[in-house]
């Protein structure tokens, strides 16, 4: 279909579903075990309500925000997601076009299917960057100092909720591989961490995995503020106690994330996260951004996390299906709220529109 047919995010992961090949969609939309935490992501978002409140003059309604330094026209961002090429060719660089065009902010991913002076490249402002810290410290550093001395990256997020392999039914069942699928064979670091593993077993997730450090811990932050002056950001908290030792530590941000259901299976639901932060440690808001994703596929989910004291959410799934339609296909997403009705405008001029006078 064209993408203009599409009218939410749950028609894109229709077409994602007929489209794409078994690997890839096993790939993108597995998590793991029985994919309680994947499904209750959403679902969980779907039992909280709103209050409405009426004659508050909506006319132009402003809807940007400020992110480590950098404006965004709607508080999402695209969360970071390995290998994106499995998608679409373009892959991250159709990410990072996207993203610079909606006014929004892509996150690029360590283990992207694109050269990351490719991605830089096609980057014109800013991203952010997600670290996996590898088992290989001396390469996790130099990629660090690399993105830190690029001027483009503007915070560091940390992975830290998948130190080992989750169990990716789907994707160990269809036999991904990354080295087969990802066109980049040679110059990618996930297709060459893949190929130096032997024949590849148990799909993309455990190819990629293999190479995350086990033994991270809290005390990994002194290297880390050693090799970049970055804001770090701890992607992956899923209880209150890790938030406000981040908050202790001196963190400048953390995500709520449990990996789109993708690390531990029975985690909590990422806004049911945020919601133990409302009651345990208030105090965690106002010291440093909190962030969270899971499951996030329409605006008013959007509203919610906001509503709940979220600075910013961010969107894994929908923005690997949309490179299947390139930067266009980003550019659609990034305003998930506008696909509910489509705008008076072209979305592009949309949220310039919007800003109050
Ligand atoms: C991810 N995610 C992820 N996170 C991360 O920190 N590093 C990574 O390499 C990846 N890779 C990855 C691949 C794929 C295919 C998916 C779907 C997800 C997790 C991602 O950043 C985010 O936390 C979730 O995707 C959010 O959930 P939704 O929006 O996909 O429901």
Redesign the pocket.
């Known amino acids: 279909p064209l993408l203009d047919e599409l009218i939410n995010l749950y028609d894109l992961e229709e077409v994602a579903k007929r489209t794409l090949t078994a690997k890839a969609w096993a790939?993108?939309d597995g998590a793991s075990n029985d994919n309680l935490t994947?499904r209750f992501?959403?679902r969980v978002l779907k039992h909280i309500w709103f209050r409405p409140a009426v004659m508050r003059g909506v006319r132009y309604v402003n809807m940007s925000t400020t992110l480590f330094g950098c404006k965004l026209d709607a508080p999402i961002y695209i969360?970071?997601?390995?290998?994106v090429s499995v998608a679409g060719p373009d892959g991250e660089l159709a990410q990072a076009r996207g993203a610079a065009s909606s006014g929004i902010i892509a996150?690029i991913?360590?283990?992207a299917s694109h050269p990351l002076e490719n991605i830089l490249d096609a980057t014109p402002e800013r991203a952010f960057f997600?670290l996996?810290v590898s088992n290989d410290r001396q390469q996790s550093e130099d990629i660090v100092r690399k993105v830190t001395a690029s001027g483009k990256i503007k915070a560091i997020?940390v992975?830290v909720d998948s130190p080992v392999v989750s169990k990716r039914e789907a994707d160990e069942r269809t036999k991904g591989n990354l080295s087969s699928v990802n066109p980049y064979k040679g110059s990618s670091p996930a297709a060459t961490a893949a190929s130096r593993k032997g024949p590849p077993r148990g799909g993309f997730a455990r190819q990629?995995g293999q190479q995350v450090d086990p033994s991270i811990s809290w005390s990994d932050l002194a290297w880390l503020r050693s090799i970049t002056d970055l804001p770090l950001v701890l992607?992956?908290v899923q209880r209150h106690e890790d938030a406000v030792k981040a908050m202790e530590l001196g963190f400048e941000g953390i995500i709520l994330?449990n990996?789109?259901?993708?690390a531990a299976d029975n985690a909590l639901p990422a806004i049911l996260t945020l919601l133990e932060l409302h009651r345990n440690c208030p105090q965690v808001f106002g010291a440093m951004e909190i962030l969270v994703?899971?499951?996030?596929r329409r605006g008013s989910d959007v509203v919610k996390a906001i509503c709940l004291g979220a600075s910013a959410v961010?969107?894994?799934?929908?923005f690997?299906y949309s490179v299947m339609y390139g930067q266009e296909g980003t550019e659609r997403v990034s305003l998930p709220c506008v696909l509910l009705q489509p705008p008076p405008v072209p979305i592009m001029s949309m949220s310039s529109r919007l800003t109050t006078p």
């Open positions: 790939y993108i994947y992501n959403n969360s970071p997601t390995a290998a996150t991913p360590n283990m997600q996996y997020f992975t990629s992607k992956g994330s990996h789109g259901g993708r994703d899971g499951g996030f961010g969107l894994g799934r929908p690997m």
